[in-house]
């Protein structure tokens, strides 16, 4: 093992298999992946919101923004899938162009959205804001929610990619848990 510039150690760790993660840290990934592709996708409207929104508003589209992350994770980790045959959401959307385009406009327009109802209320006292930042989070949170089924909307209205039916998304899903565990 010496030719590979490595000690046995090294090479061990290499070939044992990865340690399975927990509950908390697949949901702390999602939060991780989905900010990160959030905050990426959405920089036009976050520079906007950020140039605009006034600092008395800002806890109120913080919460907003923060509720809508959190939301995508756990759609993303398919945590409010349908059991028992109930329905339940859309699988996440792939990667195509298409459902970027879809990605861009939708996470941009949540942003605008967020911004626009934060910015909606009365002078805020304390009271005010917390109503603010309770609305605007409920906002970001249904925003949040809403993705895959406006993305699945926005496949079967231009009438690309595979139509998923209600009985297959089971199947779909159940597909990318066993590569998600695969990992």
Do not use: C, Q
Not at 30 to 56: C, K, M, N, T, Y
Not at 89 to 106: K, Q, S
Not at 139 to 160: I, K, S, Y
């Amino acid at each position: 093992m010496g030719s590979r510039g490595t000690d046995e150690a090294t090479e061990r760790r290499k070939v044992r298999p990865r340690e399975r993660t927990d509950r908390t840290g697949r949901l702390l990934e999602d939060v991780f992946d989905a900010l990160g592709e959030h905050g990426l996708i959405a920089v036009p409207a976050l520079v906007w919101a950020a140039l605009s929104v006034p600092p008395r508003a800002s806890p109120a589209m913080l919460a907003g923004y923060v509720a809508l992350v959190v939301a995508l994770a756990v759609v993303r980790g398919n945590r409010l899938s349908g059991r028992g045959g109930r329905r339940g959401l859309p699988p996440w959307p792939d990667g195509t162009g298409r459902m970027l385009l879809v990605r861009v406009g939708y996470y941009n327009l949540a942003v605008v959205a967020l911004a626009l109802l934060a910015t909606a209320g009365p002078t805020p006292g304390w009271g005010e804001s917390a109503v603010g930042a309770a609305a605007t989070g409920t906002l970001g949170a249904a925003l949040g929610v809403g993705f895959p089924v406006a993305a699945a909307g926005v496949v079967r209205a231009t009438g690309g990619g595979p139509r998923a039916r209600p009985r297959d998304w089971d199947v779909l899903r159940a597909d990318r848990e066993r590569n998600r565990r695969s990992r």
